[in-house]
């Protein structure tokens, strides 16, 4: 059962691990072609946290942004495969803050086909938070094992 939990971690982090590799390759000086397409996606979300939520988000640089993903990606995936709920707290920080900024579906009309593939990755992006926190809720009700202790001998007198 233990081989197979370790299998179904690496399979579950083999996403993040491929895509933190990828953008570690292509980073840069100005953070890559990540750091490119996310600017855009940022600012529109600024704005929406300015108009919606009266939140004013500090400028940031992206490819500190992009930098600090493939970090998260990256520590969190190799501490989640030797089944570490911290390692599980790192990838559920990196998904909160990725998923509204990368998978922007609010921003188009239903009609739209971008609405419909961003919302499906959005979707597919909550899911695997609920898997995450699905491990860390799993690992918290086992119980732990205990060392037995020996008894104290009785002294004799």
């Known amino acids: 059962m233990a081989f197979m939990s370790f299998v179904g971690r690496v399979l579950f982090v083999s996403v993040f691990i491929l895509s933190a ?3 570690f390759n292509d980073f840069g ?3 890559g072609p990540a750091a490119r397409a996310l600017h ?3 600012n529109v979300f600024s704005k929406h946290m300015v108009l919606h939520a009266g939140v004013k988000l500090p400028p940031v640089e992206m490819k500190h942004l992009i930098a600090a993903s493939i970090a998260l990606k990256g520590v969190g995936s190799l501490l989640f ?3 570490s ?3 599980a707290y790192l ?3 990196h998904q909160v803050l990725a998923t509204p900024i990368l998978y922007d579906f609010y921003n188009y009309d239903p009609d739209h086909k971008e609405f419909a593939q961003l919302f499906v990755k959005f979707t597919q992006s909550l899911s695997s938070i ?3 926190l699905l491990f860390i809720g799993m690992k918290n009700s086992m119980p732990r094992r205990q060392l037995k202790k020996k008894a104290p001998k009785a002294k004799t007198v």
């Open 21 to 23: 590799w990828q953008e």
């Open 29 to 31: 000086g100005d953070g």
């Open 40 to 42: 855009p996606k940022f």
């Open 81 to 83: 495969i030797v089944g």
């Open 85 to 87: 709920s911290f390692g």
């Open 91 to 93: 990838l559920i920080l």
């Open 130 to 132: 609920g898997a995450l």
